[in-house]
């Protein structure tokens, strides 16, 4: 079933157009070779996986859609917050469709990164191979030994030695691990900062894998699986002082700032998840004869597709105030923090009942729920956990109560 998309009468015309023009070649190119592309189906007397990548790309060329968070001086559509926002519900309809649009975590979040807090020298380096896919990147900031939802703790160290940083640490869940070229490290630099400051004392560093030192000891298993997400030690790695990404001490600020639209493109992306399991459970209840009667005619059935309707709308609409606040200029924490409790919560219930209504083929190779159930439920620990965001939620709500202000919901 295509993705039904037609113009929003609220949103301005360029936004309807990257809308419209997503969801065409999603519901053309795409849909159609999913199990093909994502290397589940033998391509028979048909085109190759190969030839079908290089088509769509050939057509996302054409459209003015690669790469849609950078702009087009380095390879990029130019879009803006709000507009990529809006693309992305439409991108996540389909599992595999941000990777053939040239977003893929976390090179994504990497460039963001090197474009903001980059030198020109950094951009040319590492940036401008990244976005044309000759090289591939990590982040690296988790650790096992300290909360990942404090990343003011963490523990490894940047050590200035003449024109050299020598990094000393543990990670783990550095994702895209093991193919990355490069990582972005996170380091507690000590020259950075006074006494406390521990949001001045980080800094991000540009390290190559190949450099002496960087041991990845293991892809983590994930859901019972290999992965790309590794646990790497740092042990007396040189490198250069110019791979610093902006001043010493920036780090936490330059964490923040991905993490924040991060938080917000991963819950658009969760509605356009969403999208596609209602889609498949309504379609299943028009088709699915049980007991003499097709499902959507038992109560139960019809209860599952209201309360899923209703999940979506208040995770999108939910999702998109926020987008609007931070593409005005608000301050959205308190924004930022609910939908990051609400929409994980919300994907999680819309993809059950899919999965319920499908039965046993819910949780097969067949249908994508089983990768949607995994990704929702790991969403509520990414980007910080469900009950840190909740006491930001309420330490704003009360400031302004002890502020002598009720709290502005308009």
């Given at each position: 079933m295509p993705m039904n998309v037609t113009p929003v009468p609220a949103l301005g015309e360029r936004i309807n157009h990257i809308r419209l023009l997503t969801a065409r070649i999603v519901n053309e190119e795409i849909l159609p070779f999913e199990r093909l592309l994502a290397g589940r189906a033998d391509p028979g007397s048909g085109p190759s996986a190969d030839e079908v990548r290089q088509r769509i790309r050939t057509r996302v060329d054409e459209a003015g859609l690669w790469a849609p968070h950078l702009p087009p001086e380095y390879g990029g559509a130019g879009l803006s917050f709000l507009e990529h926002a809006y693309m992305n519900e439409i991108l996540a309809y389909s599992p595999i469709a941000a990777r053939l649009f040239g977003v893929v975590a976390p090179n994504s979040g990497n460039q963001q990164i090197l474009l903001r807090y980059g030198t020109a020298e950094q951009k040319r380096r590492w940036l401008v191979p990244l976005t044309q896919g000759q090289l591939e990147s990590g982040f690296s900031m988790?650790?096992?030994?300290?909360?990942?939802?404090?990343?003011?703790?963490?523990?490894?160290?940047?050590?200035?030695?003449?024109?050299?940083?020598?990094?000393?640490?543990?990670?783990?869940?550095t994702s895209n691990g093991k193919r990355a070229d490069f990582l972005i490290v996170m380091c507690r630099t000590e020259d950075a900062g006074g006494p406390g400051e521990r949001n001045g004392r980080m800094t991000q560093i540009i390290v190559p894998t190949d450099t002496p030192g960087v041991k990845i000891v293991r892809g983590i298993?994930?859901?019972?699986?290999?992965?790309?997400?590794?646990?790497?030690?740092?042990?007396?790695?040189?490198?250069?002082?110019?791979?610093?990404?902006?001043?010493?001490?920036?780090?936490?600020?330059?964490?923040?700032?991905?993490?924040?639209?991060g938080r917000v493109y991963h819950c658009m992306n969760a509605v356009g998840h969403m999208w596609r399991a209602f889609d498949l459970m309504v379609e299943r209840t028009t088709q699915r004869e049980v007991h003499g009667g097709l499902l959507e005619t038992r109560q139960f059935v019809q209860g599952f597709i209201a309360d899923s309707y209703i999940d979506i709308q208040a995770a999108r609409l939910m999702t998109i105030a926020c987008a609007e606040k931070m593409d005005a200029g608000g301050d959205a924490r308190t924004e930022i923090s609910a939908i990051k409790v609400f929409v994980p919560a919300a994907f999680e219930r819309v993809v059950d009942r899919a999965i319920q209504v499908w039965g046993a083929a819910g949780v097969s190779g067949d249908l994508p729920f089983w990768a949607m159930a995994q990704g929702a439920r790991t969403l509520r620990l990414a980007d910080g956990p469900d009950e840190v965001h909740r006491i930001l939620i309420a330490k704003n709500v009360l400031a302004g109560a002890h502020a002598g202000q009720g709290w502005n919901f308009g």
């Open positions: 988790t650790e096992p030994e300290v909360a990942g939802s404090d990343p003011r703790a963490i523990r490894t160290t940047a050590r200035r030695d003449g024109d050299f940083w020598v990094i000393n640490g543990h990670k783990w869940f298993e994930v859901w019972g699986r290999d992965s790309d997400h590794c646990e790497i030690l740092y042990e007396d790695v040189r490198v250069p002082v110019e791979n610093q990404l902006g001043s010493v001490g920036s780090g936490h600020e330059a964490a923040q700032h991905r993490l924040g639209a």
